[in-house]
């Protein structure tokens, strides 16, 4: 059984940065495109950072050029780093695979606001 484990989230300021992780513990996700996916109150969860196997990224829109996906494959674990928030960032942060295959974690809230 896959346990998605993310962490990093908190409070910032706009125009601030945070690197979220996410822990794929008894995971072979090595194997599979990851994702970070974000939910806002009231919408529906988007993907938001993808990378693939073979190292390629895609980002939706509002994030290009903002946030980095990576990951660790020898740690299953993947990275999203996150520059110049703004407060439309604010969310609950979620990773899977991409498409989602395991059962999703608790996530971790991110909220910028001055």
């Known amino acids: 059984q896959v346990q998605l484990v993310e962490s990093g989230g908190g409070l910032v300021q706009p125009g601030g940065s945070l690197r979220l992780s996410c822990a794929a513990l008894g995971s072979t996700s090595r194997f599979y495109a990851m994702g970070w996916y974000r939910q806002a109150p009231g919408k529906q969860r988007e993907l938001v950072a993808a990378?693939?196997?073979?190292?390629?990224?895609k980002y939706v829109d509002s994030v290009k050029g903002r946030f980095t996906i990576s990951r660790d494959n020898a740690k299953n674990t993947a990275y999203l780093q996150m520059m110049s928030l703004k407060p439309e960032d604010t969310a609950v942060y979620y990773c899977n695979t991409d498409p989602p295959l395991y059962l999703w974690g608790q996530g971790t809230q991110v909220t910028v606001s001055s």
């Open positions: 990378l693939t196997l073979g190292g390629s990224t």
